[in-house]
Each structure stands twice: as C-alpha cells, then as structure tokens.
Nanobody, 124 residues
Framework: QVQLVESGGGLLQAGDSLRLSCAASGRFFYARGWFRQAPGKEREFVAAISASGYSTYYADSVNGRFTISRDNAKNMVYLQMNSLKPEDTAIYYC???????????????????WGQGTQVTVSS
C-alpha cells in the first residue's frame, strides 16, 4: 500500500514563495502529480513529473511560477511555488500512479494514490 504525505503548506502573502513536499512510503519510482482544490471549486491539475524526472507538465495557470521536482533517492517530490497569488489558495494534493507517463497526466483518473492534502493560503 502506497502512502503519500504532503507537508509545507502555510499562510503567505501575495508574491511570496513556498515549497511543498510529498513523501512516499516505500521505494518506488512512479509518476507523480500535484493537484489543488480551492473552496467551492473542483480539484484541478497543477503539475506532474515522470518517474525519472525527465518529463514535466504544468497547468497554464502555474507555468513559469511553479516548478515540480523529485529526489528519487529520498522518495520525495517537491512543488516550488513562486510569485504566489491569492488565487493559488487551495488544498494541495500529491498523487502517484504506477502507469506510464502519458499526455493525460493532467487527469485525476490517471492516479491511483493520493495524499491527504496540505493547505496553502495566500492573502493579498
């Protein structure tokens, strides 16, 4: 059973930076993703990274501001968030899939494992 645990959330001001971390139980090298859910909205894709770390994919809303990375030696995935905006306020979820890297990595249905989420709040 794969368990994912997010950390690093907090309360920030617009323009701040923050790094989220996602720890995984056991050693595996699955593709990983970050999603977020704002109050009253559906969960949406943020970023994804392949098992090797060679391929990444971003939502248009965060492209150029957020960076996803991974450290397979530590079984960790990170989301570096810069130039934060109030609209980035959400619960951020880490996800993992045993499936192959594909163009549909933005879809929730591609991921089998999910963390419990970490809250990020950005004030103006």
């Amino acid at each position: 059973q794969v368990q994912l645990v997010e950390s690093g959330g907090g309360l920030l001001q617009a323009g701040d930076s923050l790094r989220l971390s996602c720890a995984a139980s056991g050693r595996f090298f699955y593709a990983r993703g970050w999603f977020r859910q704002a109050p009253g909205k559906e969960r949406e894709f943020v970023a994804a990274i392949s098992a090797s770390g060679y391929s990444t994919y971003y939502a248009d809303s965060v492209n150029g501001r957020f960076t996803i990375s991974r450290d397979n030696a530590k079984n960790m995935v990170y989301l570096q968030m810069n130039s934060l905006k109030p609209e980035d306020t959400a619960i951020y979820y880490c996800a993992a899939t045993r499936g192959v890297w594909k163009a549909q990595m933005w879809m929730e249905s591609e991921y089998e494992y999910w963390g419990q989420g970490t809250q990020v709040t950005v004030s103006s």
